[in-house]
């Protein structure tokens, strides 16, 4: 059985990977007044962040259409018996169960739609893991056996500066909003049943930060070996640095940088930071 591995564009993997793996991907969109964006095809990450400085109101997102899934699933079909399609928590996006339900319509491939339940780059390491398997033969029920493996060990923390675009977008409730601004209050969050939630209220980035890499710290210190990402909200500089200084410790412990792209950063805004592990 020949297996496609396929994703959405909120896995932020870099073209260059996607095209090494052979990779497969399906775009969700950032709507400003001016029009509607695909990431990773019509805007970059950079000109999202200017437009979004700009910008009056909150962007929309939308996720890929029934046609888009069709289409993309109906050109694999051509060469491939099956895919395993990896995507953002449907806990907070729709795109998963879109998926689910246009691959039961495309005939002449099986469609193995995978709830990464959680978004970026830490998605990104189930479909990378996912890709290089395929490439070396496994089949799609040993892929997804992997993957349900990863997610074990998978753990994703981010903050942002402004809890106010996650409240309007829907995506943490207004209480928890309103709280976070009135105390000033920097608030570690993460995935929990698929959904943003607070992980922990703490005051400063700075100890924010710091509590996160607490956390990496103590998974290193039990002796787990780890893949690692920095990940950040238009400011790669900073995510260097907190690269750089956890490699100065741990060299040994395979790390990288991603971004927050236009989908994800429209909810967490400007500066956020996040990092996220799985065990190898």
Request: hydrophobic share 40%; glycine share 6%.
């Amino acid at each position: 059985m020949k297996v496609a591995v396929m994703t959405d564009s909120t896995a932020y993997i870099t073209p260059e990977e996607r095209e090494k793996y052979n990779i497969h991907m399906v775009p969700l969109s950032v709507n400003f007044p001016d029009g509607s964006y695909r990431e990773e095809l019509d805007i970059t990450t950079e000109e999202f962040y200017r437009k979004l400085a700009n910008a009056k109101e909150l962007p929309s997102t939308s996720q890929p259409s029934v046609g888009e899934m069709t289409k993309k699933l109906e050109a694999l079909a051509e060469e491939y018996d099956a895919v395993i399609s990896v995507h953002l928590s449907s806990g907070i996006s729709g795109t998963y169960q879109t998926m689910v339900s246009t691959g039961d319509m495309v005939e002449g491939i099986e469609v193995y739609a995978y709830d990464s339940e959680i978004s970026c780059m830490l998605q990104g390491f189930y479909v990378l893991e996912a890709a290089a398997m395929a490439q070396n033969g496994a089949s799609a029920e040993t892929i997804l056996a992997r993957m349900d493996e990863m997610k074990k060990s998978a753990r994703a923390y981010f903050m942002v500066d402004d809890l106010t675009n996650l409240q309007k977008g829907g995506r943490l409730s207004n209480a928890q909003a309103i709280l976070g601004s009135l105390l000033q209050i920097k608030p570690i969050l993460h995935f929990e049943d698929k959904l943003i939630v607070p992980f922990e209220k703490i005051r400063t980035k700075k100890k924010a930060i710091s509590r996160i890499l607490g956390m990496l710290e103590e998974e290193v210190d039990a002796g787990k070996e780890l893949r690692v990402v920095f990940i950040h909200g238009n400011d790669r500089t900073y995510a260097e640095k907190l690269e750089a200084d956890f490699k100065e410790k741990h060299p040994e412990i395979e790390t990288s940088i991603s971004y927050f792209g236009p989908v994800i950063g429209t909810h967490l805004g400007q500066g956020a930071v996040g990092v996220a592990w799985y065990k190898k």
